[in-house]
């Protein structure tokens, strides 16, 4: 399994990579970069909710909030050991960026990351109140929902064990989401506030499935670390998000 042709076989026949040391070079760089920017988007994304706790309007969404906090905070971290094994140091990995830093309101970062973490674009936006966050929330839950169904199909072992385990919180997340935004849309006026607030994020969150056409995907396919292509992903996103939204009248 030392030649990349080998190693391209062996995966294509429905073989796992199961320790760093039977991970060649090209390979272990796709990895660390997979891993990495799951682990500073969840970091991230974390840092964004906590700031939203104060926003929220009763202790029930005050405990959804923290909950969510909370739990990308553990979800990074999971990940975060995967790369440890690879040498990562851990410490030093989450403490070197600034996960609460945000471009401003207008900004239009496109598909392109901003700064030296690999975080999502989306999570360099600021959440400006709470209808705000749970319009966020439900967009960027389902578009998780659909990125986890690749990632918890990862041809490294231990880290599709990971991605498995956390997986239902990270569906449990969208699932808080949509219940808050039902409770926004009873009135005319959340209604309205939920309109503009999914009319800002949505583009946002749709870069986050990247480029059509993207050149390294069958480079990544081939090392199965992806299965679909970044359009057909986005096609199930829009899907899910408009079955989802016309349920609430929106």
């Known amino acids: 399994m030392a030649d990349m042709m080998t190693i391209e076989d062996y995966i294509a026949r429905g073989g796992v990579l199961t320790a760093p040391e039977n991970v060649p070079a090209r390979y272990r760089g796709e990895l660390l970069r997979l891993m990495s920017a799951f682990v500073d988007s969840e970091l991230a994304a974390s840092a964004g909710f906590a700031s939203s706790i104060n926003f929220a309007p009763s202790i029930r969404e005050r405990i959804a909030a923290s909950r969510i906090t909370l739990e990308k905070a553990d979800?990074?971290?999971?990940?975060?050991?995967?790369?440890?094994?690879?040498?990562?140091?851990?410490?030093?990995?989450?403490?070197?960026?600034?996960?609460?830093?945000?471009?401003?309101?207008?900004?239009?970062?496109?598909?392109?990351?901003?700064?030296?973490?690999?975080r999502l674009s989306v999570f360099h936006y600021p959440i400006i109140g709470w209808v705000d966050a749970v319009a966020m929330n439900v967009l960027q839950g389902l578009a998780t929902d659909i990125q986890m169904s690749e990632l918890t199909r990862v041809s490294y072992g231990p880290l599709a064990e990971v991605f498995r385990d956390i997986a239902p919180r990270e569906a449990q997340h969208a699932e808080l989401g949509r219940k808050g935004l039902a409770r926004i849309v009873r009135t005319e006026s959340g209604l309205a506030a939920a309109r503009a607030a999914i009319a800002y994020w949505k583009p946002r969150v749709a870069a986050g499935f990247g480029l059509a056409g993207s050149s390294r995907y069958d480079m990544l396919r081939k090392f199965g670390l992806r299965h679909v292509r970044n359009e057909d992903l986005l096609a199930q996103w829009e899907q899910l998000v408009a079955r989802h939204l016309a349920a609430l009248g929106l």
């Open 75 to 118: 979800h990074a971290g999971r990940v975060l050991d995967v790369m440890g094994t690879f040498g990562t140091d851990e410490a030093r990995y989450q403490s070197q960026h600034d996960w609460a830093a945000r471009v401003a309101r207008d900004a239009d970062l496109g598909t392109a990351r901003r700064g030296t973490d690999m």
